[in-house]
């Protein structure tokens, strides 16, 4: 509690460093606003899917939810920057590819969907030609976290923003965790409210849609976690939370909350070894995990991780062998009966897709 009160009152001490970073941001949209930097169109549909804001919003499950919805119907591939790989310029996974290579959430798509063509390039305007030289018989691209990269325009945009930290709300860096302009969302065609109580009300959907103020051809949907049954990260035996066993919640992504109100309710108990996001996992923090483990004193006890640490965490095979390391998946779940409605305006942008003129 205290820490968190001394970590909002540093970064409000950081207001002048956050009116500098907004001014920078004002400049570089308005030079894209008024096509002084032009933004390029490719001839195939071009799905971004992309945040205001730093942190945790859901956009890896976001882009599963994509691909899991696309990719029997159509050719499509993922492009990534590949934040915090060992590799820099553009790559395309294959067989032998490791996280340091491309990313933790890229080797996560890939690991998931091995016949989905995977590519990072931090520069997404050379990156896009090349995947298509490599697999030139795609129909599609989704564009993982490319919403404030403007050097290329998306035909549609799928904005995330947080149900307990909206856009609306929030404020630039480094005073909070804004990275664009607010007035951004503009250019998205749809925005997703994610990790929404499960329960909210219509009212509350109503009031939060007044408060966003989407316009006339913009769509706002709902989301809530959904979290599937964990299994090892190594032999993928099914295990079922409980509330008699204590676990280990072992995470290096933004926001771990949702999955510390699951296990609030779904477990005896629960610890924490939390790491920074995008944290590359070192044998020093095994034996942490280990000694912390072993201190749990109950008979019943587990560790417990995402899919996108168990990515950074499998290269240790051999020392997790005798571990119970369980992997935990994580899904987007619309709200108030409108799935269909969203996966229909995607499949429906790719089915009707005009080439640029």
């Known amino acids: 509690m205290f820490s968190n009160f001394f970590l909002k009152s540093f970064r409000v001490l950081l207001l002048p460093f956050a009116v500098l970073y907004w001014l920078a941001i004002t400049i570089r949209n308005w030079l894209y606003d008024k096509k002084i930097i032009r933004s390029s169109s490719f001839g195939l549909p071009l799905i971004c899917v992309g945040n205001l804001s730093v942190g945790g919003t859901g956009k890896s499950p976001m882009v599963e939810y994509l691909v899991r919805l696309l990719k029997d119907e159509f050719k499509i591939a993922t492009l990534s920057r590949g934040y915090k790989r060992k590799t820099k310029g553009y ?139 964990p299994y090892h990260i190594n032999t993928k035996q099914p295990y079922l939370l409980n509330d008699k066993a204590e676990v280990l919640l072992v995470t290096g992504i933004a926001n771990p909350k949702p999955l510390k109100s699951l296990l609030e309710v779904h477990s005896r108990t629960y610890y924490m070894q939390q790491y920074p996001d995008h944290h590359i996992f070192t044998i020093d923090d095994l034996r942490e995990i280990r000694k912390r483990f072993r201190q749990i004193e109950s008979a019943e006890k587990m560790i417990l991780t995402t899919e996108k640490d168990a990515v950074r965490l499998v290269k240790f095979d051999h020392e997790l062998a005798d571990l119970p390391l369980y992997v935990i998946p994580a899904r987007h779940h619309f709200l108030f009966g409108e799935a269909e409605k969203f996966n229909e305006l995607v499949i429906n942008f790719i089915r009707n897709f005009r080439q640029p003129e």
């Open 91 to 229: 790559a395309l996974a294959g067989e032998n590819t490791t996280a340091l290579e491309i990313g933790d959430e890229p080797m996560q798509f890939h690991i998931k969907f091995p016949d989905v063509p995977v590519a990072v390039g931090e520069e997404r305007l050379d990156a896009i030609p090349q995947l298509l030289h490599d697999r030139p018989g795609l129909q599609a691209v989704v564009l993982d976290d490319a919403f404030q990269h403007r050097a290329i325009k998306a035909g549609l945009n799928i904005l995330l923003t947080e149900y307990s930290n909206l856009f609306t709300r929030d404020f630039y860096l480094p005073t909070g965790d804004l990275r664009d302009l607010k007035s951004s969302y503009q250019r998205a065609e749809i925005i997703v409210v994610t990790k929404c109580d499960p329960s909210i009300s219509e009212n509350e959907r109503q009031k939060i849609i007044r408060e966003i103020k989407p316009g006339q051809e913009q769509l706002v949907f709902f989301t809530a976690i959904e979290y599937g049954e």
